[in-house]
């Protein structure tokens, strides 16, 4: 496979990360403008964990998963009564407050005669594991789509279980769902830590991806974006805020040649899909008639099984 | 001790352009109960047509604030017309990152205009700045305050006192009754949105202009100013909108001061989110009901 | 800080648990420096790369690179497609041209592969007459310098 391509599906597959975690927020109704900051947090504890303390990759991946999902229920508790536009600039307070302290982390230690570790706002170079383990492009490209469908498919069990229900009715109504007998605080604290769980798998992987991180790519552009994804593609799955991702990455590679004119090319595409529909292309509407569809065709394939081999009447 | 009051008499000045941006961030939301992502990046878009004007005809400091203000409510009027009008009631997330989307491309617009990191801007005034015994005060920046208070009180005279304001408060009450009795609702949030763009062009000149430099950040740090002293003040709140970007601007002198520029971001960020865990309906404001915070109608 | 902070506390008892991923064998690592000046033609630039031994400080040859270009603040939407550099005269030399999107902070990705496979990272200013280090703090929604 061309060099060129696999970067650009390791970063469609990275950012996907955090556009599930921004949906599954959305999903239980709350817009977060700060997953980016469990994205950052867990890449740093990733990348130190490999780099700085010698940790396997998976014992680093589940450290950045552990960390972003910590630092979500820590966020999630104070913010637990607050919602819409005040949830969303609190997630957005919280994000910029990590990105400064990132910017005023230095934590560094002497390997080979070489310093590596967070340098503030310098960053954080040579993460290194890939190399020094001889992973391939596309060995490691596997291993993102491998954990990318890992998660949707845990996404798919979700929406289908309970505890699905249970999020999407407290993102319908908090107090109906209450009435209910929905444990509403408990859920939604807990939908904040998975959300910080899958942002934090995502942020470790690309600290890996791209051997580097700074506090300046964890800012608000990066965590807009990722909920603008789940709008885009639509709300109704899990593979809503995929394809927003590979839209927004797809098209603009695709649309390279106009260069200069590319974001607002891209901005009037958004806006102009946001008005015809608001919920995005897979929204709840297409969902269920994409699934009835499918019933249907499950049905007729199962009734035409069930007839007698022979045939006649 | 000196310098603790100087520190505030900054923080007072540059926060009353906080104030400003909060200003035109409030009365937008207020009318809409949408927030407008793309507000400071419309400022920019008038403030780097502005700066087009000064660098290439010289143009002086009234012709550049008036393209600057043109600028920004056309821009803001092409915002509305693109992501708020034509979305349905209840698609207030749509309408957002609608608006997100809009800002990267007038972002862009705003670079390829100028596609220079930093430009100059043309200073308002020139000369040394007032010596009141110990302290320091700037020309730019009592202009700045007095814009403040002159438009805060502007604002709430118009809000108040018109046939204009009158329809908007009507539709801040309940935009369907509004409706019902005969307000024309898409001309008034229009008439807003281009009212609230004025007031945020005004202040993007001003802090320009103290600034003598613009950047393409310029955008991004308008809107989130705004926004921060709009949610300390108190959401929909014209005195809030004032006050919170005085407390904001003062905070931040001080921490700046102090402690430099990281910590001055830092303490901005723990104060906003310390006030909205503690008191989300800000200083002003009112504590966020279930109407208010409705989805349906955001 | 939430993450960071309790990395360090963690990290005796991690360490204990969990194993050395990574044996660090005496590699060979590239340093690399890069120049780059602009063209003429606007956002194109020139840009000259040195390979070093980290360890031995001495040419590094038999190696391919491609370099791209990511923009820090925002690293997916603003990338440059990777371009392969011509090796240039002295050993160790490559020579790029690079044509970006804007002018600002980016973070040039050199990739090398052959011999030695490794990525380094270096960030630069990119301007329209000129291109020096980026300073991060620089980058101002510090609008306001007392």
Redesign the interface.
């Known amino acids: 496979m061309d060099d060129y391509l696999i970067g650009v599906l390791s970063n469609i597959g990275v950012i996907s990360f955090l556009a599930l975690s921004a949906y599954l927020l959305l999903l239980t109704g709350e817009i977060s403008f700060g997953q980016q900051a469990f994205f950052a947090i867990g890449g740093y504890a990733a990348g130190i964990a490999t780099a700085l303390w010698g940790w396997s990759l998976t014992a680093a991946l589940l450290w950045g998963a552990a960390t972003g999902a910590a630092a979500a229920v820590l966020v999630g508790v104070p913010t637990l009564r607050l919602h819409g536009l005040y949830f969303a600039i609190a997630t957005l307070a919280f994000a910029e407050m990590m990105r400064i302290l990132f910017e005023l982390f230095h934590y560094q230690i002497s390997i080979d005669g070489e310093w590596v570790g967070p340098d503030g706002s310098d960053g954080f170079r040579n993460i290194r594991y890939i190399f020094e383990n001889d992973v391939g492009p596309v060995q490691f490209l596997a291993l993102i789509y491998g954990l990318l469908a890992a998660a949707v498919g845990g996404f798919m069990l979700l929406e289908r279980s309970r505890l699905g229900v249970a999020f999407r009715m407290i993102g319908e109504d908090e107090v109906l769902a209450e009435m209910h007998g929905v444990a509403v605080a408990r859920h939604k604290v807990l939908a904040a830590g998975l959300a910080g769980a899958i942002a934090g798998i995502g942020g470790g992987l690309y600290a890996h991806m791209t051997t580097y991180v700074e506090p300046r790519i964890f800012d608000v552009m990066l965590g807009v974006h990722s909920l603008a994804y789940g709008l885009i593609g639509g709300l109704g799955t899990a593979f809503g805020p995929l394809l927003g991702v590979l839209i927004d990455i797809g098209v603009l590679e695709s649309i390279r040649t106009f260069a200069g004119f590319r974001m607002i090319i891209f901005g009037g595409l958004v806006a102009a899909l946001l008005i015809f529909r608001p919920r995005g292309l897979l929204d709840e509407c297409v969902v269920h008639r994409i699934a009835g569809a499918w019933l249907r065709v499950w049905g007729w394939i199962l009734r035409s099984a069930s007839r007698p081999a022979g045939g006649g009447r | 001790m000196i310098d603790f009051a100087q520190n505030t008499i900054?923080g007072i000045m540059?926060g009353s352009s906080y104030g400003l941006l909060a200003l035109g961030f409030t009365l937008i939301?207020g009318v809409m109960r949408r927030?407008n992502?793309s507000f400071g990046p419309s400022i920019m878009v008038g403030a780097y047509l502005g700066t087009l004007l000064y660098l290439n005809f010289a143009a002086g400091p009234i012709a550049v604030a008036a393209v600057t203000v043109l600028g920004a409510v056309l821009a803001g009027i092409y915002v509305e017309r693109?992501?708020f009008a034509?979305?349905?009631a209840?698609?207030g997330?749509?309408?957002?990152?609608?608006s997100?989307?809009?800002?990267?491309?007038l972002?862009?617009?705003a670079?390829?205009l100028l596609?220079?990191?930093t430009y100059p801007f043309p200073s308002l005034t020139t000369g040394a700045p007032l010596t009141l015994g110990p302290f320091q005060l700037r020309a730019d920046h009592l202009i700045m305050l007095a814009c403040a208070l002159g438009l805060s009180a502007g604002l709430q005279l118009l809000l108040y006192r018109s046939r204009f304001g009158l329809a908007l408060r009507a539709i801040i009450g309940n935009p369907v009754a509004a409706h019902l009795v005969g307000i024309n609702v898409r001309t008034a949030v229009l008439g807003a949105f281009a009212v609230a763009s004025a007031i945020g062009g005004i202040a993007g000149y001003l802090?320009l202009a103290?600034?003598q430099q613009i950047?393409?950040?310029?955008g991004?740090?308008a809107t989130?100013k705004g926004?921060?002293a709009m949610?300390i003040g108190g959401?929909g709140s014209i005195p809030g909108a004032i006050l919170g970007g005085l407390v904001l601007g003062c905070l931040?002198?001080h921490s700046?001061?102090y402690f430099g520029?990281?910590i001055?971001?830092?303490s901005a960020?723990?104060l906003?989110?310390v006030c909205?865990?503690l008191r989300?309906g800000g200083l002003l404001g009112e504590a966020?009901t279930?109407e208010t915070?409705d989805?349906r109608r955001? | 800080m939430t993450g960071a902070g309790g990395i360090r506390l963690f990290s005796a008892l991690a360490m204990a648990v969990c194993f050395a991923g990574a044996l660090r064998a005496a590699e060979v690592r590239a340093k690399v420096d890069v120049a780059c000046q602009p063209t003429g033609k606007p956002l194109q630039y020139d840009c000259t790369i040195r390979l070093l031994n980290a360890r031995s400080n001495e040419p590094l040859t038999d190696v391919a690179l491609t370099v791209g270009a990511d923009m820090p603040s925002m690293p997916l939407a603003h990338n440059v497609r990777p371009v392969k550099t011509t090796v240039g005269a002295a050993p160790g030399m490559h020579e790029v041209r690079i044509e970006l999107e804007m002018l600002g902070d980016w973070a040039l990705r050199i990739d090398l592969t052959g011999k030695v496979r490794d990525r380094v990272i270096k960030v630069l200013r990119f301007e329209q007459d000129r291109v020096g280090p980026a300073t991060a703090l620089a980058n101002p929604p510090s609008q306001h310098k007392h």
Request: charged share 15%; net charge negative; glycine share 2%.
């Open positions: 900054d540059i939301f927030l992502l693109l992501c034509p979305m349905a209840g698609a997330i749509a309408s957002m990152v609608s997100f989307a809009i800002w990267m491309q972002e862009q617009a670079i390829l596609p220079r990191h802090v103290t600034d950047t393409p950040m310029f991004m740090w989130i926004l921060i949610m959401l931040e002198a700046q001061s520029p990281q001055r971001d830092l960020y723990i906003l989110f909205l865990v989300p966020p279930r915070i989805r955001a």
